[in-house]
């Protein structure tokens, strides 16, 4: 180790840097949207197409796809992956074609593991994983684009870009909506449950769904301002106390 002498004490780094990157030098391209391990490969997908690196080998493009690669999740035996060639099934046995369906986003099923739910544009359709290989079926359509979905056990809750929250039973039929009160140049990024509840994610910070009121409400609990008063994209909840 080195050790470093700062105007506010010491620095320990780090002689060896554990952390190993691939980048256009060494033929990865692309923004990544997708990675997974299977029997130590690893699959990562992008804008380009998937590669794949084994253990003791270098990353490499793989011939099996090509295309584009919107999103991926997590199945049973692997991951499914949704590309603008349609959706792959990544397993065991490697990486095979099971639909022409594209969908820029992939969610699953918190309650039935062989359930997913794919989202084109303005139409969500319900995906179902079997011996037989990959069902569709569309079970909503909108008059708006899709941001974001979350399936719970009751609900789909669906984030529109237009500012507008919808609820929608499993069948597709709708229950409520809401209207978040943002900017007009401003929207609706992520939602999800965290710590049991809906939770919005925005330009604007993260909103709080109230069941009482029906309505969503800028969060407060987090100590740090900026999570509530400036761009939240993202989050996940990572276990009780971790988010």
């Given at each position: ?6 105007d ?9 840097n554990?952390v190993?990157?691939?980048g256009?030098?060494t ?5 990544t949207l ?22 003791g ?7 099996l ?14 991951y ?10 990544i397993d ?6 099971r639909?022409?369906?594209?969908y820029?986003l ?7 593991e ?5 989202v ?6 319900r995906i179902?994983l ?13 008059d ?6 979350y ?5 789909i ?16 039929v709708?229950?409520e ?6 900017s ?6 992520k939602i999800g ?8 994610g925005?330009?604007?910070?993260l909103?709080l ?14 100590n ?10 993202n ?9």
């Amino acid at each position: 180790n080195l050790w470093a002498a700062t105007d506010n004490g010491i620095a320990k780094l780090l002689v060896k840097n554990p952390v190993t990157t691939w980048g256009e030098p060494t033929g990865y391209a692309g923004a990544t949207l997708f990675i997974g391990t299977i029997r130590n490969k690893t699959y990562v997908g992008s804008t380009e197409g998937l590669f794949t690196k084994a253990s003791g080998e270098e990353l490499k493009s793989s011939d099996l796809l090509t295309a584009r690669v919107y999103d991926g999740t997590e199945t049973r035996n692997g991951y499914i992956i949704s590309t603008e060639d349609g959706l792959y099934i990544i397993d065991n046995e490697g990486v095979s074609k099971r639909s022409d369906n594209a969908y820029y986003l992939l969610t699953g099923n918190e309650i039935k593991e062989d359930l997913f739910y794919g989202v084109s544009r303005k139409e969500i359709d319900r995906i179902r994983l079997s011996n037989r290989g990959i069902q569709t079926e569309p079970i909503i359509t909108m008059d708006v684009d899709v941001s974001d979905l979350y399936v719970g056990e009751q609900d789909i809750w669906v984030a529109g870009w237009d500012n507008t929250v919808y609820r929608y039973s499993h069948s597709g039929v709708e229950k409520e909506r809401y209207s978040i009160p943002l900017s007009e140049s401003m929207s609706l990024r992520k939602i999800g449950l965290l710590d049991g509840r809906i939770r919005l994610g925005t330009l604007e910070g993260l909103y709080l769904f109230d069941s009482a009121d029906a309505r969503f409400y800028p969060d407060t609990l987090f100590n740090d301002p900026d999570i509530y008063t400036k761009d939240l994209s993202n989050f996940i909840q990572c276990s009780d106390d971790e988010i």
